[in-house]
């Protein structure tokens, strides 16, 4: 069973979802809510999957003090996952320990795999809103058989990094984290495989490929995130082509 990290911080406006919130019609709330919804959404995938999901939350101190509130973090996520799942007894939650998010991803991960034993562990975040129960399935039965699996994402991020042995993970998340966590595998004589690709949503440029995928999803009457397509339905947000350009419109 893989061990699936989720990195996440609470989904409060203007900690999160900033970049979309400053170029798109959204307001820093809604892209708050987006966050959430995609949180939500990844919570939904591993929980459906055969593997073990992780909440990796963040201490009150590693915030900022303006995003600081009587709620703490962990409480914060454990009630959204509360109500997302109907409880929360099969969902682990630990504190993220690390400077970047390179170093709290390496820790978790070399923590799980040295110290607990696990076979595997995957790391992935709310921004992959098409993450789903295959695809967390497939990248597992990859890592029966290879030491590092990567999810590609547009513009050389990684939606998912699975890994059964460790790495160098300084800066190993930095952009372009695909090629770069591709190297680093390789240079610790690791076998490295990948999944199918997947859109990542962190930006409003983001929203250009995630929401048309959505529609036509939509249109086709096959599986969407269930959180996230709610939100995109509900603020009527669509793609117009004006002037040979594209840009997010909404109701």
Same mark, same amino acid.
């Given at each position: 069973?893989?061990?699936?990290?989720?990195?996440?911080?609470?989904? +409060?406006?203007?900690?999160?979802?900033?970049?979309?919130?400053?170029?798109?019609?959204?307001?820093?709330?809604?892209?708050? @809510?987006?966050?959430?919804?995609?949180?939500?959404?990844?919570?939904?995938?591993?929980?459906?999957?055969?593997?073990?999901?992780?909440?990796?939350?963040?201490? %009150?101190?590693?915030?900022?003090?303006?995003?600081?509130?009587? /709620?703490?973090?962990?409480?914060?996520? *454990?009630?959204?996952?509360? =109500?997302?799942?109907?409880?929360?007894?099969?969902?682990? !939650?630990?504190?993220?320990?690390?400077?970047? !998010?390179?170093?709290?991803?390496?820790?978790?991960? /070399?923590?799980?795999? $040295?110290?607990?034993?696990? %076979?595997?562990?995957?790391?992935?975040?709310? /921004?992959?809103?098409?993450?789903? $129960?295959?695809?967390? =399935?497939?990248?597992?039965?990859?890592?029966?058989?290879?030491?590092?699996?990567?999810?590609?994402? /547009? =513009?050389?991020?990684?939606?998912?990094?699975?890994?059964?042995?460790?790495? %160098?993970? @300084?800066?190993?998340?930095?952009?372009?984290? #695909?090629?770069?966590?591709?190297?680093?595998?390789? &240079?610790? %004589?690791?076998?490295? &495989?990948?999944?199918?690709?997947?859109?990542? #949503?962190?930006?409003?440029? &983001?929203?250009? &490929?995630?929401?048309?995928?959505?529609?036509?999803? !939509?249109?086709?009457? +096959?599986?969407?995130? =269930?959180?996230?397509?709610?939100?995109?339905?509900?603020?009527?947000? @669509?793609?117009?082509?004006? @002037?040979?350009?594209? *840009? #997010?419109? +909404?109701?």
């Amino acid at each position: 069973m893989t061990v699936v990290v989720l990195l996440a911080n609470p989904p +409060r406006e203007g900690l999160v979802g900033t970049a979309i919130a400053e170029s798109t019609p959204l307001s820093a709330a809604e892209a708050a @809510d987006l966050y959430e919804a995609q949180f939500r959404d990844a919570v939904l995938a591993v929980d459906r999957s055969g593997g073990e999901l992780l909440v990796n939350y963040p201490n %009150d101190e590693d915030l900022p003090a303006e995003h600081r509130t009587e /709620t703490s973090p962990e409480a914060e996520l *454990r009630t959204l996952v509360a =109500d997302t799942l109907g409880g929360t007894d099969e969902v682990r !939650f630990e504190r993220q320990v690390g400077s970047s !998010f390179g170093a709290r991803a390496g820790n978790t991960v /070399t923590h799980l795999l $040295r110290e607990e034993g696990a %076979d595997s562990v995957a790391v992935v975040t709310p /921004t992959a809103p098409l993450l789903s $129960r295959t695809s967390v =399935d497939s990248a597992a039965m990859k890592l029966r058989t290879t030491e590092v699996v990567l999810g590609p994402s /547009t =513009d050389g991020r990684a939606y998912y990094a699975g890994f059964t042995e460790p790495i %160098d993970f @300084d800066g190993a998340f930095e952009a372009p984290a #695909l090629p770069t966590l591709a190297e680093r595998g390789r &240079d610790a %004589d690791r076998s490295v &495989d990948f999944v199918g690709p997947s859109p990542s #949503l962190e930006t409003g440029a &983001d929203l250009l &490929d995630v929401v048309p995928m959505l529609r036509a999803r !939509f249109a086709a009457e +096959r599986v969407v995130p =269930d959180y996230t397509a709610a939100f995109v339905h509900e603020k009527g947000l @669509d793609v117009v082509v004006e @002037d040979g350009e594209q *840009r #997010l419109v +909404r109701d």
